[in-house]
């Protein structure tokens, strides 16, 4: 069965400076790949997409994610952190090969951007 | 545009007491619908997905069951509730025309607390 791992639990980062959290599935075979973000106390909110195509992705707030299938990752990166990007991200895997719109999500990873 | 709205935002409720969660969703037909439960420092549970009007499919097996009397809602009920219940609660929509790769949707949650 398809798994996602995100091995930070909680990610601590100066602001303005660079971060990367990472994503790690099981298998890369028909998949497509998101990240979320979470404000506290609200739902989420995706941020960005990997579904065919050009491998690295951006989101409109200057985020990106590279799909990189022979890691079988989908790492988030960042080059200048802000302290709104304060968040839960989470990464998640849509496998087609399940019979139904089942979206697998990784146990998220917690960003705290210090002033 | 698509809207989905959740209700109530938080919730207190004694163990044994009955549980009833609304989401609707405005501004798209036919979605997919889901309810999702994130247990405090947790990714996200899937506990039921519907694909349709009076279909429910349930990933685990609680204490918990969902209906979809309408295409646009999803109610997530309980008759008895437990400690173990308290969490949140979201409820999220995708376009069933274009399953996989279609993200997410979510409603800003419901926090349940049992007590």
């Known amino acids: 069965a398809q798994s996602v791992t995100q091995l930070d639990s909680q990610v601590p980062v100066f602001e303005e400076a660079p971060v990367e959290l990472r994503c790690n599935y099981s298998?890369?075979?028909?998949?497509?790949l998101f990240w979320y973000v979470q404000y506290p106390n609200q739902g989420l909110q995706l941020l960005l997409k990997?579904?065919?195509?050009?491998?690295l992705v951006e989101s409109i707030n200057g985020f990106e994610a590279e799909f990189n299938k022979s890691q079988t990752s989908f790492h988030l990166r960042k080059p200048s952190v802000h302290i709104s990007d304060t968040a839960e991200y989470f990464c998640?895997?849509?496998?087609?090969?399940?019979?139904?719109?089942?979206?697998?999500f990784g146990p998220g990873t917690s960003l705290s951007v210090i002033p | 545009s698509q809207t989905i709205h959740q209700w109530p935002a938080t919730l207190v409720q004694p163990v044994g007491s009955p549980l009833s969660l609304e989401c609707t969703v405005e501004?798209?037909?036919?979605?997919?619908l889901y309810w999702y439960r994130q247990a405090a420092g947790r990714g996200l549970q899937l506990l039921f997905y519907?694909?349709?009007?009076?279909?429910i499919s349930s990933e685990v097996p609680q204490n918990l069951s969902a209906s979809r009397p309408q295409d646009r809602q999803f109610i997530l009920s309980s008759k008895k509730l437990l400690l173990s219940d308290s969490g949140f609660y979201l409820c999220?929509?995708?376009?069933?025309?274009?399953?996989?790769?279609?993200?997410?949707?979510f409603g800003n949650g419901t926090r349940l607390t049992v007590t």
């Open positions: 519907s694909v349709g009007i009076g279909q």
């Open positions: 998640a895997v849509s496998d087609r090969r399940t019979s139904y719109d089942k979206v697998i």
């Open positions: 298998s890369s075979v028909s998949v497509y």
């Open positions: 501004g798209t037909s036919n979605p997919n």
């Open positions: 990997y579904l065919s195509g050009s491998t």
């Open positions: 999220a929509w995708s376009s069933g025309r274009s399953s996989y790769n279609s993200p997410l949707h």
